[in-house]
């Protein structure tokens, strides 16, 4: 990693600022779409100025800013943070842009020559993109919780509501309005049932969530662990599966392999995706298997390829038991 100064009109205002290289082609937005919980996610924002993102780290919390050159693969991402948690977050930038995210294995001719074309084609397209690693467990657990089986609308609008009763007023002079940090684990802890239930979260969601962070502690201590150590450790709270694990480490750990078993469109996605044919989740095991230990990158790809399914065949319904 290579430090310099930010341009001086936006360091004399940070309270922290790098300049970070990722020393081979990135593009930012690539990168970071996998962590915003839809366009509308409290805690994002972007502007001409960059990307911004609010959080707590160890020293409190935090408004990052990331700025790079336009959405061309970059030389460089300038980062400014401001509030209590600005030295931990610009330490933690490399790490959450993808730093150690190491795509050798999956870019070797050998292995590349055995990748579907559509695959190949997607990559050739897209070198510059990496797989996240945030390393804050709560941050990606709740969210994902909210999401299990309800609709995208659904968790988000959840997601909007708890994080505008309970979210906090970003630091820094020169934050987006509305940007939010989100709850920490006290915060979620103490919100009652009937906000709960106002946000249109069942109470087996909501239960899940509380069994979960009042080991919070424990919790952000698997950033520490392997992705796959993480996900199985994960799944030891009660109301945690395989989905939910997967989810959490492919933003937590930048996780290449971690496959979303039990999603509602991704067996049929990469069914049609890969032989034109619907499956279901034993069926894409069983078509990503000689792939194993870069399944997750073989999707990521398959979603950039602009690839879309067949739309024919019920929906999930949206639920909204706010009123009852």
């Known amino acids: 990693m290579t430090i310099a100064e930010a341009p001086s009109r936006v360091a004399a205002a940070a309270d922290a600022a790098v300049r970070w290289h990722p020393g081979s082609p990135f593009r930012l937005d690539q990168t970071l779409f996998p962590l915003m919980r839809g366009a509308a996610d409290p805690s994002f924002a972007k502007d001409s100025a960059g990307f911004w993102m609010a959080f707590t780290t160890p020293s409190g919390p935090v408004t990052l800013r990331l700025s790079s050159a336009g959405l061309a693969a970059v030389a460089f991402v300038d980062a400014q943070a401001w509030g209590p948690g600005a030295a ?3 330490a933690g930038v490399p790490g959450l842009l993808g730093a150690g995210d190491d795509w050798s294995a999956f870019d070797a001719p050998d292995f590349h020559a055995t990748l579907p074309r559509i695959v190949r084609e997607a990559r050739r397209r897209n070198l510059a993109v990496r797989l996240p690693s945030t390393g804050r467990m709560v941050d990606s657990l709740v969210p994902t919780i909210l999401e299990q089986k309800v609709t995208a609308l ?3 609008r959840a997601y909007r509501y708890l994080m505008y009763r309970y979210g906090k007023p970003a630091p820094g002079p020169r934050t987006p309005m509305g940007l939010l940090v989100p709850p920490t684990a006290s915060d979620w802890l103490a919100v009652p049932s009937w906000e709960w239930h ?7 969601r909501s239960a899940t969530v509380m069994r979960a962070l009042r080991s919070a502690v424990a919790l952000e201590r698997l950033t520490a662990l392997d992705s796959t150590q993480a996900g199985e450790k ?3 709270i009660p109301g ?5 694990a997967a989810e959490v480490v492919q933003r937590t750990h930048g996780c290449p392999d971690s496959i979303s078993v ?3 469109h991704l067996a049929a996605y990469v069914g049609y995706a890969l032989t034109g044919r619907k499956t279901d989740d034993p069926g894409m095991l069983q078509l990503l298997e000689p792939w194993r230990g870069q399944r997750q990158r073989l ?3 398959l979603y950039l390829s602009g690839f879309r399914k067949p739309t024919f065949g019920p929906r999930m319904t949206v639920q909204d038991h706010r009123g009852h």
């Open 299 to 301: 999707v990521r790809m």
């Open 198 to 204: 106002k946000a249109g979260v069942g109470p087996q």
């Open 240 to 244: 945690i599966g395989i989905w939910t």
């Open 154 to 156: 659904e968790a988000r």
């Open 262 to 264: 039990g999603d509602y």
């Open 234 to 236: 994960l799944q030891t």
């Open 88 to 90: 931990d977050a610009v």
